[in-house]
Each structure stands twice: as structure tokens, then as C-alpha cells.
């Protein structure tokens, strides 16, 4: 079965920049659309970022210009560059496979997620 663990979360002030990874079992993963997506304390699980298997990259408009998502050269390692960072974006943030027709359409694989504290 698929296994995602996300890491590299932390606090950091406004206007930093943090790197997420999330880890995935199997290659077989290549085949699949991978997703960001986040989720604050009283609010709904949000998507922040996709990327299709053939490496075309979508973003919610609020990340697009700071945001940047990325597959790993071996495709089972998945990556989310965050640029200026906002309090806003203070949240847990998971990977997940899925597969894009349009838009993302998340599978039911799901890492811990990791904390990302945007604080002065």
C-alpha cells in the first residue's frame, strides 16, 4: 500500500521560506497526480498545489507566485517550495495522490501532515 510521509515543517516569520517534502512508497506513484494540501485549526482541508504526472503544475490563487511544487527526480518524493510566507498560511500541510481530469481528484492516501508556524 501507498505510505506518504510528509516532514520539513516549523515556525518561521513572516516573508520566510520553507521547504516541504513528502516521501512516497513505491514508483508506481509516477503514474499519479500528486497534491499539497493544507488544513487550519476550525477550517476545511484546502488544496494548495498539484502536479499531473507529465509534470504540469497547478496552484491555488492565493500560493501562485510564492508556492512552487515539484517532483523529485526518483517520482516518489514530492516537494512544496514556500516563498514569502503569511501567517495565513500558518497550517498542517499533507500530500496525497490522486489523478487531474480538469482538476485534482484526491485519492483516499493521506500522510501525518506537518506543521508550518508563520509567526513573528
Known amino acids: 500500500q501507498v505510505q506518504l510521509v510528509e516532514s520539513g515543517g516549523g515556525l518561521v516569520q513572516p516573508g520566510g521560506s520553507l521547504r516541504l517534502s513528502c516521501a512516497a512508497s513505491g514508483s508506481i506513484l509516477s503514474v499519479y497526480a500528486l497534491g499539497w494540501y493544507r488544513q487550519a485549526p476550525g477550517k476545511q482541508r484546502e488544496l494548495v498545489a498539484t502536479i499531473t504526472s507529465g509534470g504540469d503544475t497547478n496552484y491555488a490563487d492565493s500560493m501562485k507566485g510564492r508556492f512552487t511544487i515539484a517532483r523529485g527526480n526518483a517520482k516518489d518524493t514530492l516537494y512544496l517550495q514556500m516563498n514569502s510566507l503569511k501567517p495565513e498560511d500558518t497550517a498542517v500541510y499533507y500530500c496525497?495522490?490522486?489523478?487531474?481530469?480538469?482538476?485534482?481528484?484526491?485519492?483516499?492516501?493521506w500522510g501525518q501532515g506537518t506543521q508550518v508556524t508563520v509567526s513573528s
Open positions: 496525497n495522490v490522486g489523478y487531474y481530469d480538469g482538476s485534482y481528484y484526491p485519492l483516499d492516501y
